[in-house]
């Protein structure tokens, strides 16, 4: 029996069937992890990330082989399966800037606490900068600065161009090609993967955090800033 797991499901107020519901598993699967099995390695992230603990605290065998690089905090098979607490806490964080790269369909914001952590952000003084992929979008152009948007997009704009009154918040669309979804926190990111001929909610997604002497961060970091340079300004 892994106590400490079973102690950990509790202090996080996790059921079997919770755990087996994010990680898109049968229950039987997480009664096993229980009862001492090892689980594979991204579920193993995905489970000490939805507790807060790290892997080899919850599996003490582990410590004797590297897992995983320094910068990787967590992995989810899908962006759908991150806690909203690893949300919360991400974006909370934040004490200089958020930068928000995705798709116009798929605003992480249409969760309302999340929406309120941006907001109370922004109100803080920290910058928002919040790219919309918007490929398909019929984007008609107003001026050089601005433009207007389709339906999907103005969905997303609505959610994000409120937070204007709060703060420095800027919004701008992207119609060309994005290989990630970029969730940014000063140096904590929430990276989904783009799957060819997959859905991007299908998509594996990484919790990254800057470690020294390690670039993954960085070339996230950079990524966002491509894309941001290429995006034009909404209204």
């Known amino acids: 029996m892994n106590e400490t797991l079973c102690r950990a499901l509790i202090q996080a107020r996790l059921t079997e069937e919770d755990v087996a519901a994010r990680l898109q598993v049968d229950p039987k699967t997480v009664r096993r992890w229980l009862e001492g099995r090892v689980p594979y390695l991204r579920h193993r992230w995905a489970i000490a990330a939805m507790v807060g603990a790290d892997e080899t605290d919850i599996w003490p065998q582990l410590r004797t082989v590297q897992t995983r690089p320094d910068e990787v905090v967590g992995i989810y098979p899908h962006q759908g399966t991150v806690p909203r ?20 369909d798929l605003p992480v914001a249409a969760d309302h606490d999340i929406a309120d952590v941006l907001a109370e952000r922004a109100g803080s003084g920290v910058r928002l900068r919040i790219c919309l992929h918007a490929a398909g979008e019929p984007l008609a152009g107003r001026n050089d600065q601005s433009q207007t948007f389709g339906t999907r997009a103005g969905a997303a704009a609505a959610i994000y161009l409120p937070l204007r009154e709060k703060g420095e918040v800027d919004v701008r669309f992207h119609q060309g090609a994005v290989y990630n979804s970029i969730y940014c926190a000063d140096d904590q990111l929430v990276v989904s993967q783009r799957v060819y001929g997959a859905q991007v909610s299908s998509a594996p997604t990484v919790h990254l955090q800057g470690a020294e002497g390690s670039d993954m961060v960085t070339t996230y970091l950079d990524a966002f800033e491509n894309a941001w340079t290429a995006a034009v300004s909404a209204e």
């Open 85 to 104: 607490d690893v949300w919360l806490r991400l974006f909370g964080s934040a004490q200089c800037e958020i930068g928000i790269l995705e798709k116009a």
